[in-house]
Structures are given as C-alpha cells and as structure tokens.
C-alpha cells in the first residue's frame, strides 16, 4: 500500500518524529514510526501547483506545462492527462487509487483522467483524514488489492489556530514558546 501526504510549505523539521521542539504531531509521529519514510527528497518546485505536477507525472513541472500557482477557475494552465501519471500507472498495476485534498493540477472534473478512482472531499484535514481512514477501511474489508491513496491537506497555507478541533488546540495550552498562536 502506499500513502502519500503532500504537505505545502511544510519543512523537514516541522515534525515531533523528526525532532521540533514545540510542534506536536502525535499521528504523524505514530504513522512514521510504524511505515517506510521517504525523507531524502527534494521538492520539484518551491511552489505548490508545479511542485505537485511533478510528484503526480515524474516529470520536471514545466516540461508538464506547470510553472506557477494553478489557481481552479482562474488559471488555464494544467498538466495534462497522458495516462502516465503515478495515478494512471498504480492504478493499470492493479492497485485502488483515491485522492483527497488539494489538487490544483487541472480542473477538478479531470481527476479520473489521472488515475484516481475516487475522490473524497472535505474542507478541513481532520474531515478528511477521517473520510481516508474509512475509505482504507472498506478497501481493506472489500479488496486484496493493494491501495494508492494521495492526500494534500490545505491547512498548510493559511493559519488554522482558530478553526481546529479542539482536540488539537488542547496540545498547546500556553500558546506559541515566542507568543505567537500556533498555526498562525
């Protein structure tokens, strides 16, 4: 099975497994604990859009067409759906494939172009990851077949403090150590 979380704008430190002092991240450190770790890894791009065109294709972003921020219904710029995305390629391999999160590659009508079987929504990464951990579920309970699952979160732009569950808020009762909130 493989499972892959992109995270934007999230470094390697960011991480209780990999060793930051003050973030807390209890599933993650349990998930990391427990799977193989890709962690020698270089982004393809310093920008989300390009930088998830090339994980999805294998390919440099811009020889896929994506240079820049893919905004869905404002860019017309998109990767296109050639059959050879990790998608396409697990998904001819045998494998159940689903997506969830950000895409912001193509619009997102295209998503079965890519490979992905199926599509979970949600607005929030807590939503999310539980509607993925019930898709494994059912797939496990349903399927021999091994599963590709790719989740991109949004939370990582944008300040997520004042919207989190409670249970996560609850990990930083002092606030930040410099003052400020957490996520913000």
């Not at 770790?37 to 065109?53: E, K, N, Q, T, V």
């Not at 496990?140 to 996560?168: G, T």
Request: hydrophobic letters at 40%; glycine letters at 10%.
């Amino acid at each position: 099975n493989i499972l892959i979380v992109l995270l934007d704008d999230v470094g390697y430190g960011d991480f209780g497994f990999n060793g930051h002092p003050f973030i807390k991240t209890p599933h993650l450190d349990r998930l990391a604990a427990r799977a193989m770790r890709l962690d020698r890894l270089y982004a393809g791009s310093p920008i989300c859009s390009p930088s998830r065109a090339a994980l999805l294709t294998g390919r440099y972003a811009d020889a896929v067409g994506m240079y820049e921020l893919q905004t869905p219904a404002l860019s017309r710029m998109q990767i296109k759906p050639d059959g050879s995305s990790l998608g396409n390629v697990l998904s001819r391999a045998g494998y159940a494939t689903v997506s969830l999160g950000k895409w912001h590659v193509s619009p997102n009508l295209a998503i079965p172009a890519f490979g992905f079987g199926d599509r979970l929504s949600g607005a929030l990464a807590s939503v999310q990851a539980r509607k993925l951990l019930r898709w494994i579920d059912e797939h496990r309970n349903a399927s021999a077949a091994p599963f590709f699952a790719y989740w991109a979160p949004h939370e990582c732009h944008e300040p997520v403090a004042p919207k989190a569950p409670p249970e996560f808020r609850a990990l930083y009762p002092e606030g930040a150590p410099d003052g400020a909130t957490p996520g913000a």
